[in-house]
């Protein structure tokens, strides 16, 4: 089946730092990527998604690039700011054979100070 | 604007009682799921549904009853079989099965047993 492995958390960051959370992904199929961002005592919401090997997504500063070989979609931002402190999920969406469900990793939580 | 609303915000559930959680999205999404959210934990699918008048099971549906009578609503009832029921719920849908698309979801309602 399906399923997705993130960097184990929290991870804390001053401000303006360099910004890596990884992400590994398993799929029967070609499926698309996301990667959500939730804040305290709210829904996911999404960051940024990419549909196809080599697509860039890209939002608010942050990056990651569906990598097929590495089966891979690593998130990455130049320089953190504190209002970035959130619970950050990867996520793979596969149709053929899920009927339409996403997978998602666990989540990590990414606290920024001042 | 289009989005999912969620009801209550928070809930208190007594001994014994079975309590509802109200979804309604006005996104003219197919699809709709149920996840369960445990503090510092990531989702875990309780139960989805591809089209009105149809839904199926996810990994922990037990103690969960859903319907699908319209295509904007799909209220979850928890019921006294649920004997941990204090968690995080969020609604989510996506627009059709068969495509790669991401979920939207609501800002989820948060339980609690008295």
């Known amino acids: 089946g399906n399923s997705v492995t993130q960097m184990e958390g929290p991870v804390t960051l001053s401000e303006e730092a360099f910004l890596t959370i990884n992400c590994t992904y398993t799929a029967t199929g070609y499926p698309s990527l996301f990667w959500y961002v939730q804040y305290p005592g709210e829904g996911l919401q999404l960051l940024l998604k990419?549909?196809?090997?080599?697509d860039k997504g890209s939002n608010k500063g942050f990056e990651a690039t569906y990598r097929k070989e590495t089966t891979s979609f690593h998130l990455e931002k130049g320089s953190v700011q504190v209002s970035d402190s959130a619970v950050y999920f990867c996520?793979?969406?596969?149709?053929?054979?899920?009927?339409?469900?996403?997978?998602f990793g666990d989540g990590t939580t990414l606290t920024v100070k001042p | 604007d289009g989005g999912i609303t969620q009801s209550p915000k928070y809930l208190f559930r007594k001994e014994g009682q079975n309590v509802t959680l109200s979804c309604e999205q006005n996104?003219?999404?197919?699809?709709m799921y149920w996840y369960r959210q445990d503090p510092g934990q990531g989702l875990r699918l309780i139960y989805y549904s591809q089209i009105v008048n149809d839904f199926q099971k996810g990994d922990i549906a037990e103690g969960y009853s859903v319907s699908r009578e319209k295509k904007e609503s799909f209220p979850l009832t928890v019921t006294s079989a649920q004997k941990n029921p204090t968690a995080f719920y969020l609604c989510?849908?996506?627009?059709?099965?068969?495509?790669?698309?991401?979920?939207?979801f609501g800002d989820g309602t948060r339980l609690s047993i008295l």
């Open positions: 996520a793979l969406s596969e149709s053929q054979t899920n009927a339409g469900k996403s997978t």
């Open positions: 989510a849908s996506t627009r059709s099965v068969g495509v790669r698309q991401p979920q939207h």
């Open positions: 990419a549909t196809k090997a080599d």
């Open positions: 996104l003219n999404h197919d699809a």
